[in-house]
Structures are given as structure tokens and as C-alpha cells.
């Protein structure tokens, strides 16, 4: 027991880093039980106020609130380093700007004196996906430990390290998936799954919204810690699948997207690889690296365009917070590496057996440790390379193109407000033009945008505005196709339907100081506002698809008022009120059959079934409008016993593979649909997306796939299969209509060009 006098009295002959153990309560003090505990989920509320009592208590932590989220939480920070860190931190800052901009930098004495005073500065992210609960409740354990022990290894990491933690990218869904488990805890529903998406909008694809930036959570964590610090490391820390590996670090997997530098590549490698050998010098089995997850998109990982190695890390999974055991028969082969082999990215296999909670944290944990030691040891590499980098992008790299230019006066203004803000917000510098100039021997109006590429985080710009040539990779010569961990292509201009040109020789024009990111201006059609507006529903699942969420974004940005039906109330005739119903992408069997009776709560159990689908085939043929997209699309097929068939079904893998990646669309537009349109937009192809074979005269066909090479950017293997054929269709059904999307009109919020497409089809 520590009396309060010996408190004080301590307190006031300790020089720094002074640490007062009464003032700052440990986590079984705060919470009642230790993070990590088998069954035991602290919510956001009680973590928040924890943040709050390490700040006041300990001259290491500050915490900051850097927004709102969705749906109106604290978004918070910690900056955890020494108090003598924290006493200069303006200092440290400025030292950091300067090395992310070489432009900054007076000459080798300056820099010298910037590489030898400044810190490495490190963002650990966690729990960005609610379910993977083990990383949040970590956050406590390693926040309480950096302010408080006093142990060599963590004073070393505080003296040379900055770290900016977020302890949760995700605090709404924290709160859900905590409460949802708080409440079934010991009760036959312990491992129910949230029957809703644990982040309002996009569910797990909030870790897809790194360049297109339109979730709070994202622009929070690029304004706020990104772009304001500019980190050398960023660890995002997630949960993975129960029966392989029992952690993951990089190095990553083929491919690297190719504007990342040469030395962020080889910076993850080592400092993954480091990671991974302590904690298999800590005796910890199950580690791998080189396994699973590629470097490719941007979607997921902002900082490989500003001068900042990703460390992903994967740590198996439990059933939430409850203890689960693995036998050895399911530990198998997984992505380059086999979960019951030992093998030089493997050395070290688990051999089966329980694993909970307090394993997740405690892998986790070490991990967090690892990286910050490497971090604190290595402090002048880390700084030495992110100049490097930083300086290669200023100078320019060869491949670029001296300038992108986005020609003023385009036709689709929306796209290119859409484009500019992601660019800007980005930290991309882009200028405007106050003449008319000539590049490339062609002739720009003022107020052309010009993004020259010789600036610190111009690879960003290179990879949103160029296309994309995914490498054509196979499990082995002629074989299968090896999957991305995610899609292929982001080109802008496509996605947007705006121009860039990349020019060769930097316009000679007087360009304006940098803009700032643009409000984008979401503007409803005219169709769907006002009193004869059609009466709007969205179909609303308890297994409702991230795309169905994404959806709903776009209509709330558009102010486009609607209501989402859920299956009883379709069950319950509610449709009779509405003219229009939206099914976004979901498989007929979850749409029809839902969760499992048992598996969830009674009220959450079951889909449409029978009677949902009888009410919506009514509706359909009593002058309803059904719109319906991909795998829905053979819902409604059947239900409406429509003549076409998705001709892509039946093809092997090893002939078409289209895994998300743009495709030419061709469109018909004097139809309804295409309206408003030009004949030719992009369309956003992945593995849900089909093509159509159409046997029906009462079925129209109001757009195809391109003819001929279909492909725009990304990768396709047999792109002759789509080739020409339909890709939207329409049909009169009794004195209703549908409208069948085989393609997805609105890809994560991105495809601003087939945007009216969707709005089209929403008529009575
Ligand atoms: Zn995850």
C-alpha cells in the first residue's frame, strides 16, 4: 500500500521522468480487470476517461479530441513521450515538417543538425475494425506502460521516440461491439455477430477510405495525425482468421504498387522482419511473415505515399472476447506459407490448442514494443531515409511526368471538385493557372489545375492519376490467378470521369500558392427532389452488405430523403408506401434466409423469406420500381422469373478474372437510365460484378461492356468473355420496372461517373 505522504514526497525529489503511481491509475485500478482478460470488453466511454486520467497523471501522455466520429464519439489522440520530449515539442515538430520537406532544408549543416535532434515519429492505429477487439483494449495496456515504467528499453523508446497513438480508428463501433457483447456475455448469444455494419456507413471498409477520405474516422486520422506529423512508421493493428498463424508482420507479399519508393519497401522489410524475430525470441510460436497481404492499394495505405512504412500487423482471432481452441487438423496451408510446416517466413509453427483474449493482447503487445524499439534504436535511419525519400520526390523521380494537368472548363465539374479535394487533402500541392498557357503543344484555358511533380507526396498523385498495370501473377506458369488481397485500379479520371494530362516540360505560367481542399457539393437531381419526388426505400439486411452502406452514404450526402426497410417491415406491407426499392449487392441466400434462427438474438434471426418476397414481387408488379445491383440481381431473376442469365458464372478462373478494376461501359443514352450521360463511361468491375446473357423480349438492354479490349485500368484475364455484352438491363414486370446493375455504380463512394446511372434508375 502507498501511503499518500510518500506519494507526495516522492513526487517532488524525482527528477524526469517523474511518475506519480498514485496519480496514474492502472487499468485493473480504472477498469476493474486487466485488458486482456478472458470475456472482459472495456467500452469506448470507460477508455476515453482512462486517456483522460493518464494525461493528467503522467508528464508523458497528452491526449487530444481531433473530431467527432459518424456518430458523435470523441475522436482522440495520445502523444506519448518524454516530458522533456513534450516540453519541445513545437521544436520536434518543426524539425519533422523540415525533413518532409527537403524544399525546407537550408543545406547540409541544417540538415545534419535536423537528422542528429530530431525523433522518430510513430502512429500505432487500432481497432479500425470493431470486431477484432483485442487491439483497443491493448491501447490501454501500452499507453499505461510508456507512462509510467521506468525501465531502461521504455525510457530509451521515450527519449527517441515520438509516438502518436489513436486507440481506436473506430470508436462508434468499439462502443457497439462492446455493449453487443457486454450483453450477451454468459448467455447463449456470447458469440453473436453485430447484426449490424460497426461502422455506420462502410462496416469493414473503412479501411478501403484511404484516398478517397470520406468517413469521418479517415479525415480525422489523415488532417489530424497524418498530415500534421507526418510519421516515419505507422502500425495499423488488426485481428485475422482463427486457424493459421498466430501473427503477421511484413514483409508483404507481390505486388508493391510501383510509385512507393525503393527505400519505404525495404524499410517495412526490415522493420516487420524485426519484429517478427523478437517475438520468436521471446518463445512466441505462430509468427509469419511474407504471407497473405500485398502492397498494392492505396485504399489502405496513405502513408506509402507520404514518406511512412506501413506496418500491418494480423493477430489470430478468438470468438470476441471469449476463448476458443484450435485443434491441429485445422491448421493447413494459408497465402505463401503453411500453418502446420516450419519454414524460413514460418520458423517457429503453433501447434494448436486454446487461445483467447489475453494471447491476442499479449502478441499484440510485444509487437507495439518491438516496433518502438526498433524506432528508438534506429532513430537516425529512420529520419536519414524519410529525408531520402522525401528528397527523391522533390527532386523528381525519372518516371513521372514533370506535371498533371487538369484542364480547366471540363464538363463534369463535380468530378473534378471530387479529384481536386482528395489531391489536396492528400497534401498534394495543386495550383491554378492565372493564364492561359500552352504544355505539350496543346492549349490550356486559366484556371487549368496544374500538380507539378517535383514535391514531397507528388507519388501520391502519380498513383491516383495514372493508370494502373497490375502485374499478371499465377499460382504457377498457366495456373489459377493469384488473388490481390484487394482490387486493382483507382484511376481517378475514370472513377471521377474528369481529365488529367501528364505533360513533359513544366508549363511556364505564373500558378497560384496551393488550394485547399474543396467542399464537394453533393447535388441531388432534380427528379428526386420536391413534392413529386418518388417515395424512396432502401433495403436494409441484419447482414446488410458494406455495399448497401456505402449507398446510403451517397444518399445521405445528397440530402436524398428515403427510408431503409428492414425484412419485417417489407414482411409487415410497408412497401406499399414507396415507389422505389434499392437492393444493393447481397447474395439471394442471405437476403432470403438472414441469420440462422440460434445463431443471433430471436429479433435479428431470418431474412425477406417467402412472404418478404411475395410482398416484393407485388410490389413489382403493381407499379413498383425494384433496382437492383449484382448478386442481387439474380435474386430478383428468380423471383421474377426473368429470361437472363450471368454468362460469367459457369467460366474457371483460370479464364476470367476480374478481381476490381475498370472496364469501358457503353450506354444507350436516350434510354431512361442513361440519361444525361455521354455514351461511354467507366464501370467498376470485381469479383461480384456480372455479365449478361439476355433470352427475354420483355428485358432491354440499356448499357454493355465495352467492345473489343474492355479494360481501362487494373487487371483483367479473359476480358473477351464481357467484352460487348450487357452489363445494365431493364424490364417492365405487370405495371412495374426493373433495373438490374451487373456492374457496381457506386464503388466505395469513388464512381462519381456512374453515380446519375444509379440516381436514373431511381423513378417511378
Ligand atoms: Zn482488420
Do not use: C
Amino acid at each position: 500500500m502507498i501511503r499518500p505522504s510518500t506519494v507526495a514526497f516522492a513526487a517532488v525529489v524525482l527528477t524526469a521522468p517523474s511518475v506519480s503511481a498514485q496519480a496514474v491509475p492502472t487499468p485493473l485500478q480504472h477498469f476493474g480487470f486487466e485488458m486482456g482478460e478472458h470475456r472482459k470488453l472495456a467500452d469506448w466511454d470507460q477508455l476515453t476517461s482512462y486517456y483522460e486520467s493518464l494525461a493528467r497523471g503522467s508528464d508523458r501522455v497528452t491526449v487530444d479530441t481531433l473530431g467527432m466520429t459518424t456518430v458523435g464519439l470523441p475522436f482522440v489522440m495520445l502523444t506519448i513521450t518524454s516530458a522533456e520530449n513534450h516540453a519541445r515539442l513545437d521544436e520536434l515538430h518543426d524539425i519533422q515538417m523540415r525533413l518532409a520537406d527537403p524544399r525546407l532544408v537550408s543545406g547540409d549543416e541544417e540538415l545534419e543538425r535536423l537528422l542528429d535532434q530530431g525523433k522518430t515519429v510513430a502512429l500505432i492505429t487500432h481497432g479500425i475494425h470493431a470486431t477484432e477487439v483485442g487491439s483497443s483494449q491493448m491501447a490501454a495496456r501500452l499507453a499505461h506502460r510508456l507512462a509510467t515504467a521506468t525501465d531502461e528499453r521504455t525510457l530509451d523508446i521515450l527519449d527517441n521516440v515520438i509516438l502518436l497513438q489513436i486507440p481506436s480508428l473506430n470508436p462508434d463501433g468499439l462502443q457497439w461491439v462492446a455493449t453487443w457483447y457486454n450483453e450477451h456475455v454468459g448467455t447463449e448469444y456470447e458469440a453473436a455477430p453485430l447484426p449490424w455494419l460497426y461502422q455506420f456507413y462502410v462496416g469493414h471498409d473503412n479501411n478501403r477510405d484511404w484516398y478517397a477520405f470520406t468517413q469521418e474516422e479517415t479525415i480525422h486520422t489523415v488532417v489530424g495525425a497524418h498530415n500534421a506529423w507526418h510519421p516515419q512508421i505507422v502500425h495499423d493493428i488488426h485481428q485475422m482468421g482463427s486457424d493459421g498463424a498466430r501473427i503477421f508482420f511484413p514483409p508483404y507479399i507481390e505486388p508493391w504498387e510501383p510509385n512507393i519508393d525503393p527505400a519505404l519497401t525495404a524499410s517495412v522489410n526490415q522493420l516487420g522482419s524485426y519484429m517478427a524475430a523478437e517475438l520468436t525470441a521471446q518463445g512466441k510460436p505462430g509468427v509469419v511473415v511474407n504471407a497473405q497481404y500485398d502492397a498494392f492499394t492505396p485504399a489502405r495505405a496513405y502513408m506509402h505515399y507520404h514518406g511512412a512504412a506501413r506496418i500491418l500487423s494480423e493477430t489470430a482471432s478468438a470468438a470476441m472476447a471469449t476463448p476458443i481452441t484450435v485443434t491441429p487438423d485445422r491448421l493447413g496451408p494459408g497465402r505463401n506459407f503453411n500453418a502446420a510446416e516450419r519454414s524460413w517466413n514460418f520458423p517457429h509453427p503453433w501447434e494448436g490448442g486454446d487461445w483467447g483474449l489475453p494471447d491476442i493482447v499479449d502478441y499484440m503487445e510485444a509487437g507495439a514494443l518491438a516496433l518502438l524499439t526498433n524506432a528508438a534504436k534506429n532513430r537516425r535511419y529512420w529520419l536519414e531515409s524519410f529525408h531520402g525519400i522525401n528528397q527523391r520526390a522533390v527532386d523528381k523521380w525519372e518516371e513521372w511526368p514533370d506535371a498533371w494537368i487538369i484542364p480547366a472548363g471540363q464538363e463534369n465539374e463535380p468530378g473534378v471538385k471530387y479529384a481536386l479535394r482528395i489531391l489536396a487533402m492528400g497534401d498534394v500541392e495543386v495550383r491554378r493557372a492565372e493564364a492561359a498557357f500552352q504544355a505539350d503543344g496543346m492549349a490550356y484555358e486559366s484556371g487549368s489545375y496544374v500538380v507539378p511533380m517535383n514535391q514531397p507526396w507528388a507519388s501520391f498523385a502519380n498513383t491516383m492519376l495514372e493508370v494502373q498495370h497490375y502485374p499478371d501473377l499465377r499460382e504457377y506458369p498457366g495456373g489459377p490467378p493469384q488473388r490481390p488481397y484487394d482490387v486493382t485500379a483507382h484511376t481517378l479520371g475514370y472513377l471521377l470521369d474528369f481529365e488529367a494530362v501528364a505533360v513533359d516540360g513544366m508549363p511556364e505560367v505564373s500558378l497560384s500558392d496551393p488550394i485547399s481542399p474543396p467542399d464537394f457539393d453533393f447535388r441531388l437531381p432534380s427528379h428526386l427532389s420536391g413534392g413529386d419526388a418518388p417515395r424512396i426505400a432502401m433495403y436494409k439486411s441484419w447482414q446488410e452488405p458494406m455495399e448497401a452502406g456505402w449507398t446510403r452514404w451517397v444518399f445521405d450526402k445528397h440530402r436524398m430523403p428515403y427510408d431503409t426497410l428492414h425484412d419485417a417491415d417489407i414482411q409487415g406491407g410497408a412497401l406499399a408506401g414507396y415507389d422505389v426499392l434499392v437492393v444493393q449487392s447481397q447474395s439471394p441466400g442471405s437476403i432470403m434466409e438472414g441469420f440462422e434462427q440460434g445463431s443471433v438474438p430471436p429479433e435479428y434471426a431470418g431474412g425477406l423469406g417467402p412472404a418478404g418476397a411475395d410482398a416484393v414481387r407485388t410490389f413489382v408488379e403493381g407499379g413498383g420500381r425494384l433496382v437492383a445491383v449484382e448478386e442481387s440481381t439474380e435474386w430478383v431473376v428468380d423471383l421474377l422469373d426473368l429470361g437472363v442469365r450471368d454468362i460469367t458464372s459457369t467460366l474457371p478462373v483460370t479464364d476470367f478474372y476480374i478481381p476490381g478494376s475498370i472496364l469501358r461501359l457503353e450506354l444507350d443514352a436516350g434510354t431512361e437510365v442513361g440519361e444525361g450521360t455521354s455514351g461511354e463511361l467507366a464501370a467498376w468491375y470485381w469479383r461480384s460484378s456480372r455479365a449478361y446473357e439476355v433470352t427475354d423480349p420483355a428485358v432491354q438492354v440499356v448499357a454493355r461492356y465495352g467492345s473489343g479490349d474492355p479494360l481501362l485500368s487494373g487487371w483483367v484475364l479473359g476480358g473477351e468473355h464481357v467484352a460487348g455484352q450487357p452489363a445494365i438491363l431493364t424490364a417492365e414486370v405487370g405495371t412495374g420496372s426493373v433495373v438490374l446493375f451487373g456492374f457496381q455504380p457506386n464503388y466505395r463512394a469513388q464512381t462519381l461517373g456512374t453515380w446519375p446511372l444509379l440516381f436514373n434508375a431511381l423513378r417511378p
